[in-house]
């Protein structure tokens, strides 16, 4: 485990934004938050994709991944939520005026 890791609990806030919309290709080698995790380590390290330790799937399947995700808008949708959980929590409306 890694510092940059999602907790259980803070997976179950955004683990819904990465299920697949087309459930033909639902099967997947790497669970989903192992994926997830994998590029918040790359995020947090500030490394290339290339460097990941051994320990984390290839990089060409963790940089797929995210690139995907980046182009359906995921990132933006867990960051909107995420911004919103996080106001609501300081007595703040979830979204700004």
């Avoid at 460097?51 to 933006?76: A, V």
């Avoid at 909107?80 to 703040?92: A, D, F, I, S, V």
């Amino acid at each position: 485990m890694y510092d940059s890791d999602l907790s259980n609990e803070e997976w179950v806030l955004v683990e819904h934004h990465f299920d697949p919309k087309d459930q033909r290709g639902n099967a997947h080698k790497h669970p989903k938050k192992l994926i997830v995790d994998t590029i918040l380590y790359v995020v947090k390290g500030g490394i290339t994709w290339r460097l990941l330790p051994n320990d984390f799937p290839p990089w060409k399947t963790i940089y797929g991944h995210f690139s995907r995700w980046n182009k359906k808008g995921t990132w933006t949708a867990v960051l909107n939520k995420l911004t919103q959980l996080h106001r609501q929590k300081e007595g703040r409306e979830p979204t700004p005026s």
